[in-house]
Nanobody, 120 residues
């Protein structure tokens, strides 16, 4: 079993910055992908950014140039540095990971979510 624990949400003014962290723990052989999604009230959950094994990254168009995803493989941790935040970035942010266990099976996991609120 794997757990994803998120840290770093909060309230910030428009133009400010926040850094989210997500730590994976448990039965982990390899982390294939690790990333962030968000869900605003009344909207569907959407991809924000993802870090894929080998170092490739993908970003939603709305956050390109403002958000940076990075990963520390030794710590099983992914970070999301969010700069120039806008009120429309307000959402619950969820960590997501696809993890291969020691038996060779891949599973998808979600964190509990952390609230990010950007005031205008």
């Amino acid at each position: 079993q794997v757990q994803l624990l998120e840290f770093g949400g909060g309230l910030v003014q428009a133009g400010g910055s926040l850094r989210l962290s997500c730590v994976a723990s448990g039965s982990i052989f390899r982390i294939n992908t690790m990333g962030w999604y968000r869900q605003a009230p009344g909207k569907e959950r959407e991809l924000v950014a993802v870090n894929i094994i080998g170092g490739r990254t993908n970003y939603a168009g709305s956050v390109k140039g403002r958000f940076t995803i990075s990963r520390d493989n030794a710590k099983n941790t992914v970070y999301l540095q969010m700069n120039s935040l806008k009120p429309e970035d307000t959402a619950v942010y969820y960590c997501n990971a696809e993890i291969r266990d020691v038996a060779g099976y891949d599973y998808n996991y979600w964190g509990q979510g952390t609230q990010v609120t950007v005031s205008s």
